[in-house]
């Protein structure tokens, strides 16, 4: 007869949970994953809640204190930048008022050399010719250009030569007359830049320079070209005084 196997002893529980241990069944690896996930998660949101709620242990003073410097330096920005606006707009201001300055100045600058006759010029204006069939007296060259510049003359030249200016100077000779030390002959040649109606006025009035010449007994003929040139200029070695000196 055949030996007979003898029955495997009962495991109790301490067993079988070593049992268990060594050899996981498929179904305990799948909660056991779950479970460290699940841990992980929990971990991370308490971290995350810690990390993001900076101010969860202030106190109530703490928290004044903190809006209240957030204030003042919210304030201070406030005015350091209405500060700077300022600036800019006065450094703008002054820019403004130093450029408008500076164009006023060069525009005197402009006027003054064309009145002192230092540059050539063109504009509207006359030419007036004189034609000495008798002898046009010194007296009625004068009456004419003070005439002119009365009338609001901006510049004045004769025969081409001379540019007449405020040091003009007048000379009555056998030879003709002599302007500025140049010696001019008839027929005489007045080129005049201004407003030409105020010019033409100036010269015909009665009892004005017009009469004047005819009655010396030359004739008088005034002509509005489009544009008048002046191109006669007084270097400013001339047109510097000898005695007058500005006053500071």
Do not use: C, H, W
């Not at 779950?34 to 971290?47: I, Y």
């Not at 500060?83 to 008022?97: V, W």
């Not at 005034?222 to 047109?239: L, M």
């Amino acid at each position: 007869m055949p030996d007979s196997v003898p029955d495997e002893q009962p495991r109790d529980g301490r067993e079988r949970l070593k049992e268990a241990f060594r050899r996981p069944g498929r179904g305990q690896v799948v909660v056991a994953v779950l479970l460290a996930a699940v841990g992980f998660g929990a971990v991370t949101q308490v971290n995350a809640n810690e990390n993001n709620d900076t101010y969860a242990g202030y106190r109530q003073q703490d928290l004044i204190d903190a809006l209240s410097g957030l204030a003042g330096a919210s304030e201070r920005a406030r005015s350091e930048i209405e500060r700077l606006e300022q600036s800019r707009a006065d450094l703008l201001d002054r820019t403004e008022r130093r450029r408008a300055a500076l164009e006023q100045a060069q525009q005197e600058a402009d006027d003054l050399t064309v009145l002192a006759g230092l540059v050539p010029v063109s504009g509207p204006g006359l030419t007036i010719r004189l034609a000495d069939e008798g002898t046009v007296s010194i007296n009625s060259m004068l009456d004419l250009v003070q005439e002119l510049r009365s009338a609001g003359a901006e510049a004045i030249e004769i025969d081409g030569q001379v540019r007449l200016v405020v040091s003009s100077a007048f000379e009555a000779t056998e030879e003709g007359l002599v302007v500025d030390g140049v010696l001019l002959e008839a027929p005489y040649v007045v080129d005049v830049i201004g407003e030409p109606s105020a010019l033409r006025g100036a010269i015909s009035f009665p009892g004005g320079p017009e009469d004047s010449v005819e009655d010396d007994g030359a004739t008088i003929a005034v002509e509005q070209p489009e544009t008048v040139e002046v191109e006669t200029v007084v270097t400013e070695s001339d047109a510097a005084p000898d005695l007058a000196e500005p006053v500071e």
